[in-house]
Every structure is written in C-alpha cells, then in structure tokens.
C-alpha cells in the first residue's frame, strides 16, 4: 500500500473503495449532489482523479453508492415501520407519516441535485436490498389493514398512500424551492390534520 492510500484510509480495516464511498457520502449529506465532480471527491478523499476509475465503472455508480449509504444513514435513526394489526391504525399512520417527513427531510436535498441524472437514479434503486421503499411499505400497510377490516372494505388505500407520499414531498419542495433551509420542520399538528383527512376518507362506516 502506498503512503498515499495509507494517508487516505487512516485507521481501520476500510478498502480503498469503501473509503471513496464514505467521503463522496459525507460530501453529499454536506453539500448535496449539484456541481459534485470526480476531482472534488478524489481531493476529499486524498487520492489521485484517476483512482475512482480503479474501483467505479464511472463516476455515477460512485454517486449512486455514495448516495445509498446516506439514505441508509438518514433512515437509521428512524425505526422500524409499524405491520398492519399493530396498535390503532391511527398511531401506525401517524408513525408512517412522521416517517415519511423525516425521510424526505433527509434525502430530497441531496435528490434534487439529481433530477437530470437518470442514470444515477436508476443505479440508486437498483442497490435497494429488496425489502421495498417507504411508499411501497405504506401503501401494503394499508392493504394489510384493509384485508383485516381494520378499514373500509372499498378503502382506495392507493390513491391515499399517494396523497400521504405527496403530503410529506411538499413542505420540503417548497422550502428548496424558496430557497430557504430545512431547520423548521412540519409542526405535529400538521401530521395529525394529515392522518385524520385520511382516516376520514378509508375508516369503517
């Protein structure tokens, strides 16, 4: 190993290619995706541009890596996910919206970076580890609940995971779009408002 890898690993028994992963991820929950290029990542890092070319077929497999590895970092601290038939199905959507909003808090920033990369986008969906993403998780929560009459039998579970998806895009989109931070996050209050237009609209009658 070279004094300059040695340099750039430090301690640990992390690989060269798990180190490019961590900073281009640092970099990302920093700066977010827009403008980030290989030379900035390679400085980061400590190594030469052309070593991300020994470990990456090209640099939006690097970003699609980098960019799991800090959705796996913002979904860490959340929890698991409530099962349908878990306490009310009140509380279950308001944990599956809280969820959601510090989900989306967390990753659209980086996200919007990326809108004009498909190709890092793709790449990004394809490393999921099969367990299903937060909307597809919402959406056969509600069928579960359905399916055990916890809500009405004609419930339109999709249309209404499709408004709660919508619900926690929306204050984060228009704080991006405003041009403003992300410090203030949505009042629970909102949440409740949100749960109780739902549950108006699938509860049993």
Wanted: one cysteine or more.
């Amino acid at each position: 190993m070279s004094p300059r890898r040695a340099a750039a690993l430090g301690a640990g028994d992390r690989t060269l290619r798990d180190h490019l992963i961590a900073t281009a991820e640092r970099m990302i929950a920093e700066r977010g995706t827009a403008g980030l290029t290989v030379r900035a990542i390679a400085r980061e890092a400590g190594v030469a541009d052309g070593v991300l070319y020994n470990h990456f077929a090209d640099k939006e497999e690097l970003l699609a890596h980098a960019l799991w590895a800090h959705a796996e970092s913002v979904m860490r601290p959340l929890g698991p996910l409530p099962e349908p038939g878990d306490g009310t199905v009140e509380e279950n959507l308001r944990a599956y919206v809280a969820y959601g909003l510090a989900l989306h808090h967390g990753l659209l920033p980086a996200l919007t970076g990326l809108v004009g990369r498909p190709a890092v986008l793709a790449r990004f969906a394809a490393l999921s580890d099969g367990g299903g993403t937060w909307n597809e998780r919402l959406a056969s929560y509600l069928r579960g609940e359905r399916d055990l009459g916890r809500l009405a039998p004609d419930a339109r579970v999709e249309a209404a995971a499709s408004m709660i998806v919508g619900a926690c895009h929306e204050p984060v989109l228009s704080l991006l779009f405003q041009g403003q931070g992300l410090a203030h996050r949505v009042p629970p209050e909102a949440v409740d408002d949100l749960v109780a237009a739902v549950l108006n609209g699938l509860a049993p009658r």
